[in-house]
């Protein structure tokens, strides 16, 4: 029988190497911020330049163009990151990282439909038969989605002081139920609705009146966060093309152009500006980049 000996030295020192090589072989453990920085996860503090993160959630307000109103009643989100430009003071807004989205497209539901119960007058047969079909099997609720389709642009101390261009987001409104299908939308990337955001009052053309919005409640975390609470971000100067791609499902998409037309007189598209508001009320958070890599674990 043989007799166990004490392991060679030499054995150890290999397995030793071996298990290093594995522990560097392997992924580095991802780190995140924590504490009151812990909402900063996906700003891109690694894209170079980038000296703040941003953070917002808007959770009540109105989305309104000409004759369709939609309550915001789901909470919507704005990450990213920001170049502030020491010398001149110009910042340059930075999208999300890690994959995510850099305004969340969060589907807010449309009071009472698109379209309501009665198909227009000016649809054939056809279109009328699938539209009765539709309403049968309920499927009128619609919802509709605000998604980025273009570069936010930002200003601080507008935000502070109650300045004109505070925030700027350039999106296309998704309009979606069975009816209208997956590609129907007011704006696009060539033609975005484009709503400048302010603390301050507007000064709208008619028939729309001056609203204001409020810079809220602001309060300081860590020296290097600072948290507006009750923050109010309106508009009500922007304008809004026509709808485009509605019903695109439908019989190889042959009614496309009647079913946008039918958009169009419901919801009041194209609308000029002065017919259109946007009232997004929640929180922002604004903090140093250098505080949010400091707090990852």
């Given at each position: 029988?043989?007799?166990?000996?004490?392991?060679?030295?030499?054995?150890?020192?290999?397995?030793?190497?071996?298990?290093?090589?594995?522990?560097?072989?392997?992924?580095?453990?991802?780190?995140?911020?924590?504490?009151?920085?812990?909402?900063?996860?996906?700003?891109?503090?690694?894209?170079?330049?980038?000296?703040?993160?941003?953070?917002?959630?808007?959770?009540?307000?109105?989305?309104?163009?000409?004759?369709?109103?939609?309550?915001?009643?789901?909470?919507?989100?704005?990450?990213?990151?920001?170049?502030?430009?020491?010398?001149?003071?110009?910042?340059?807004?930075?999208?999300?990282?890690?994959?995510?989205?850099?305004?969340?497209?969060?589907?807010?539901?449309?009071?009472?439909?698109?379209?309501?119960?009665?198909?227009?007058?000016?649809?054939?047969?056809?279109?009328?038969?699938?539209?009765?079909?539709?309403?049968?099997?309920?499927?009128?609720?619609?919802?509709?989605?605000?998604?980025?389709?273009?570069?936010?642009?930002?200003?601080?101390?507008?935000?502070?002081?109650?300045?004109?261009?505070?925030?700027?987001?350039?999106?296309?409104?998704?309009?979606?139920?069975?009816?209208?299908?997956?590609?129907?939308?007011?704006?696009?990337?060539?033609?975005?609705?484009?709503?400048?955001?302010?603390?301050?009052?507007?000064?709208?053309?008619?028939?729309?009146?001056?609203?204001?919005?409020?810079?809220?409640?602001?309060?300081?975390?860590?020296?290097?966060?600072?948290?507006?609470?009750?923050?109010?971000?309106?508009?009500?100067?922007?304008?809004a093309p026509g709808a485009e791609g509605c019903g695109s499902q439908i019989l190889f998409g042959i009614f496309t152009g009647l079913i946008d037309e039918a958009v169009n007189a419901e919801v009041g598209t194209p609308s000029a500006a002065g017919n259109n508001t946007a009232i997004f009320k929640g929180t922002l958070e604004n903090a140093s980049a250098a505080g949010v890599i400091a707090s990852e674990k």
């Amino acid at each position: 029988m043989t007799r166990m000996g004490k392991p060679h030295l030499g054995l150890l020192a290999v397995a030793a190497a071996a298990l290093m090589a594995l522990a560097f072989a392997g992924p580095a453990l991802a780190t995140k911020p924590t504490g009151d920085f812990v909402n900063f996860g996906n700003c891109p503090t690694k894209t170079a330049g980038v000296n703040f993160c941003v953070f917002g959630q808007t959770n009540s307000g109105e989305f309104k163009i000409k004759k369709t109103e939609v309550p915001i009643t789901k909470t919507i989100t704005i990450q990213g990151g920001i170049i502030e430009n020491e010398e001149t003071g110009a910042e340059t807004w930075v999208n999300a990282a890690n994959g995510a989205e850099t305004l969340s497209k969060t589907p807010q539901n449309v009071p009472g439909g698109i379209l309501k119960l009665v198909a227009p007058s000016f649809f054939p047969e056809p279109l009328k038969k699938i539209w009765e079909e539709l309403i049968a099997k309920s499927a009128l609720g619609a919802s509709a989605t605000a998604e980025l389709e273009g570069k936010i642009t930002i200003n601080r101390t507008s935000l502070l002081t109650g300045g004109p261009d505070a925030l700027s987001l350039p999106v296309r409104v998704h309009l979606e139920n069975e009816f209208l299908g997956p590609k129907c939308y007011v704006g696009s990337s060539s033609k975005p609705v484009v709503i400048e955001l302010t603390t301050g009052e507007t000064k709208p053309p008619l028939p729309n009146k001056a609203i204001k919005g409020s810079l809220g409640e602001p309060e300081f975390k860590d020296e290097a966060i600072l948290v507006l609470k009750k923050n109010e971000l309106v508009n009500n100067s922007f304008s809004a093309p026509g709808a485009e791609g509605c019903g695109s499902q439908i019989l190889f998409g042959i009614f496309t152009g009647l079913i946008d037309e039918a958009v169009n007189a419901e919801v009041g598209t194209p609308s000029a500006a002065g017919n259109n508001t946007a009232i997004f009320k929640g929180t922002l958070e604004n903090a140093s980049a250098a505080g949010v890599i400091a707090s990852e674990k």
